[in-house]
């Protein structure tokens, strides 16, 4: 009889033991992604504020009024737009 409680024993401190390791490296992955997610939310904050700064620019352009120059220069740059009396020549050779 006393084998068997000794086994028994045996294996129940060998599965204590397994949960115990299980539920530590369990614990230093979920810290680890904690660690990882915090980081992102930071940089994510970071954008954010970086973002509102910008708009904040942006609706100061907006309340001083529309800058000629500054809607013609963008249409030009950014949306490739031209008067239409314009003619645009491309160089094909590839030197500018």
Known sequence: MKGKKSKVNRLFGIAIFALVVYLAISSMVLQVDI???QNKLDSLEQQCA????????LDARIEEGADYDYVIRTAREKLGLIFPEEQVFYNASGNQ
């Open 35 to 37: 660690t990882s997610y």
């Open 50 to 57: 970086e973002q509102e700064i910008e708009n904040a620019q």
